[in-house]
């Protein structure tokens, strides 16, 4: 496996980042998976804003956690994101779907670390980038 580039947030920031996604999962809307994720977004002022997943049943409407951070962290003004951290599941960490990576890749660089975790405190975390995460991604030639 191609070892992750090292993240350049310092570790007591990706905790905090992490911790902030675990406790965003806990206001998750998700009667019909019952699987809470919750997401952190730092931005480059150090705000962080969170999301938790929102289900609809139409379940096309669905809301996953990152993009509902992501969303709140643009309607407060804010541009430009430093990490990601999303933290869902028990046994194996949930990773971004790929339209939230795409919405991600709407918003930022390649380099973006992105923090994976599993709900439950511990663990390991998985320390990625939105590139590698989203290799070759659809984006504007301008
Ligand atoms: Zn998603």
Do not use: H, W
């Amino acid at each position: 496996m191609k070892r992750q580039p090292k993240s350049t947030i310092p570790k007591a920031v990706q905790d905090l980042l992490v911790q902030a996604a675990r406790d965003a999962a806990a206001q998750a809307y998700c009667p019909y998976s019952q699987y809470p994720v919750g997401a952190a977004v730092l931005t480059l002022d150090g705000q962080v804003y969170t999301g938790c997943n929102v289900e609809n049943i139409s379940y096309g409407l669905s809301l996953c956690a990152e993009r509902v951070a992501l969303v709140k962290a643009v309607s407060a003004g804010s541009r430009v994101f430093a990490a990601l951290a999303v933290a869902g599941g028990d046994k194996r960490a949930a990773a971004p779907c790929g339209a939230c990576r795409q919405v991600l890749a709407e918003l930022c660089p390649p380099e973006t670390p992105v923090f994976i975790a599993r709900l439950k405190r511990g663990g390991k975390v998985t320390a990625s980038t939105l590139g590698a995460l989203l290799p070759l991604s659809f984006a504007s030639l301008a």
